[in-house]
C-alpha cells in the first residue's frame, strides 16, 4: 500500500511540473506575439485616425469659389508676387525688362489665376555689331539718295529739253502719268498740199533702241510680209505688231501676216523675218528680205528700231519728194 501511494505521489508531481512548463510556453508565445504585432497595430491606429479626419463632403468634389473671392485671389497672388520679385535681387531698368505671365490654377482656393512676373537681361550689342549696322543703313541711305536724285534729274532734263533728236529724226518727250513717250510727227502731202501729220509715240528712248545693230539698208517695197514667232510678253507683243506695221501703212505699203513667208530672190516684195535670239540685232538676209532676232521679251525694242530705219526713209522722200503724193509710187519716192 505504502508503496501505491508513493506511485501515486510521483505521479501527481508529474503532472503539476507538466502543467507548469505549459504555462510557460503559452506565456513567451504570447510575448512573442506582442513583439511581432506593435507596427501593424500602429498602423491600424494611423488609419483609423484618418479616417476619423476624413470630411463627410466628397472629396472629388470641388469647392465652388465665388466671383467675388476668385478676384480676390487673383489681386493677393499679383500683390504677393511683386513682392517676392520686389525682395529678389535683380538687374532692373536698362539692363533688363519686367515680363509677366497670367495662369489658370486649380487648388483648395478653386479655380483662378495667378500672375507671375520675372525679370529678363536685355541683350545689348557689341561695338562691332554696332559699326556694321551703322556701315550697312549708311549704305543703304547712300543708294536711296543716288537713285532719288538721278530720278529728280532725269525728269528735270526730261522737261528742260522737251525733244530728243536721232539721226536727224525729232522726237518729243511726252509725259503721261508714270509713263514716258516719244512722240515723232510725219507729214502727209497729196501733191504740194500738205494735208495731215501722223503722230508715233515710241515707248523706248530713241539713243537706246538706236543701239541695236542693224546690219545692212533698207531697201522699200510696195508689198511687205511679216513672219513672227507669237510674242505675248504681258501684252507687249501685240502692241510692237501694231506699232510696227504703222510707219509702212503710212508709206502706202500693203502689209500682211505669213508664218510660211521667206525671203524672195527675184526682191518682189520685203520680208520681215521676227524670231527669238541670243541678242537684239536686224540683219538684212537678202535685197529686201530682213532677220529681226529678238533676246528675251525685248520685242519693243527691235520694233521701234526698224520704226526709226523707216523714219529715216519717209524724211528723206519728205525732203526729196514733197511736191508728190506718198502713196502715188513709193518705189519712186523712196
Known amino acids: 500500500m505504502k508503496n501505491e501511494e508513493k506511485d501515486g505521489e510521483e505521479k501527481s508531481s508529474d503532472t503539476d511540473v507538466l502543467e507548469d512548463e505549459e504555462k510557460k510556453e503559452e ?3 504570447e510575448k512573442n506575439k506582442e513583439e511581432e ?4 497595430d500602429k498602423k491600424d491606429s494611423d488609419d483609423v485616425q484618418h479616417e476619423d479626419e476624413m470630411p463627410d463632403k466628397d472629396v472629388n468634389k470641388k469647392e465652388e469659389v465665388p466671383e467675388e473671392n476668385k478676384k480676390e485671389y487673383v489681386e493677393e497672388d499679383k500683390k504677393e508676387n511683386r513682392e517676392a520679385s520686389e525682395d ?17 490654377v486649380d487648388d483648395k482656393k478653386g479655380e483662378h489665376e495667378i500672375v507671375t512676373c520675372d525679370s529678363i537681361p536685355k541683350k545689348h550689342a557689341d561695338k562691332k555689331e554696332l559699326k556694321s549696322h551703322n556701315i ?11 537713285v532719288i536724285v538721278a530720278f529728280i534729274t532725269w525728269m528735270i532734263f526730261l522737261n528742260f529739253i522737251g525733244s530728243v533728236t536721232y539721226e536727224g529724226l525729232s522726237f518729243e518727250v511726252v509725259s503721261q502719268g508714270d509713263l514716258i513717250f516719244y512722240k515723232h510727227v510725219v507729214p502727209l502731202y497729196n501733191g504740194d498740199a500738205h494735208y495731215a501729220n501722223y503722230n508715233f509715240f515710241l515707248r523706248k528712248n530713241p539713243y537706246k533702241t538706236g543701239e541695236i545693230p542693224f546690219e ?16 505675248t510678253c504681258e501684252g507687249k507683243g501685240i502692241i510692237a505688231m501694231a506699232n510696227m506695221v504703222k510707219p509702212f501703212e503710212v508709206a502706202g505699203i500693203q502689209v500682211v501676216n505669213d508664218q510660211n513667208a521667206s525671203c524672195d530672190e527675184e526682191s518682189r516684195y520685203m520680208l520681215l523675218h521676227i524670231f527669238p535670239g541670243d541678242e537684239n540685232k536686224i540683219v538684212q538676209t537678202g535685197e529686201s528680205c530682213y532677220d529681226m532676232t529678238v533676246r528675251e521679251c525685248d520685242i519693243l525694242d527691235v520694233t521701234e528700231r526698224m ?7 519717209l524724211k528723206e522722200a519728205d525732203d526729196n519728194m514733197q511736191g508728190k503724193d506718198m502713196g502715188e509710187d513709193v518705189g519712186a519716192i523712196l
Open 27 to 29: 506565456i513567451a508565445l
Open 307 to 313: 520704226m526709226i530705219e523707216m523714219f529715216v526713209k
Open 37 to 40: 504585432t506593435p507596427e501593424e
Open 136 to 146: 550697312i543703313l549708311r549704305n543703304i541711305l547712300i543708294v536711296l539718295g543716288l
Open 88 to 104: 529678389i535681387p535683380s538687374a532692373k531698368g536698362k539692363d533688363s525688362e519686367e515680363v509677366c505671365g497670367t495662369f489658370e
Open 216 to 231: 545692212g539698208e533698207l531697201n522699200i517695197r510696195n508689198f511687205a510680209a511679216i513672219n513672227t514667232t507669237a510674242f
